[in-house]
């Protein structure tokens, strides 16, 4: 550990591109350092020093290696809270927090490699996709139907600026490009979607700034 902040990720991880979000909404200049998922180097002894569970992200930070996407993210909140990802009163917190936790405890759980990979070798191939699908796809809705609240005025999830909510919602709807899942019918996640791709932080987090293929 040194006093460069490096966060430890792979490119296509939901979980990690939050904290990249998070990251550039704040303004916190890091190194990155990947993770090969694919290539199981999250098993790997060096990696496991520095998160037991074997997963991404990892984020190395004032003397600190925090792990768990979300609570990087309220870590980064309570140590640079410029600017917020938590709105200031303490109901849309709730609300904010809320909407966070539909897709990392929800969604993201069971459709990450872990869990796809066994699907795969229980019930094969095409019983995969269509977990992944029905599983993003019940979700999105879910969320579209908590996006209706009186906050939901502004551009993002909650108000004119993006915050945790955004961080989440964001990497999910890539995983759901990636799968086929159509969002168009949403109009509260598709308006949200394109407040966010037009903002540099996400825009500099995004995957595609990072796949070691192009």
Known sequence: MGNRIVLHDYWRSSASYRVRIALALKGVAHDRVSVDLVAGAQRGAAHLTLNPQGLVPALDIDGLVLTQSLAILEYLEETRPEPPLLPAEPAARAHVRALSLAVACEIHPISNLAILSRVEQLAGAEARTTWNRDNIATGLTAIEAMLDHPGFSGRFCLGDAPGMADCTLMPQLY????????????????????????????????????????
């Open 175 to 214: 995983n759901a490009s990636r799968w086929g899942v159509d969002v168009g019918h949403l109009p509260r996640i598709s308006a949200v979607a394109v407040a966010c791709r037009n903002h540099p932080a996400f825009a500099a987090a995004h995957p595609d700034n990072f796949d070691p293929l192009r």
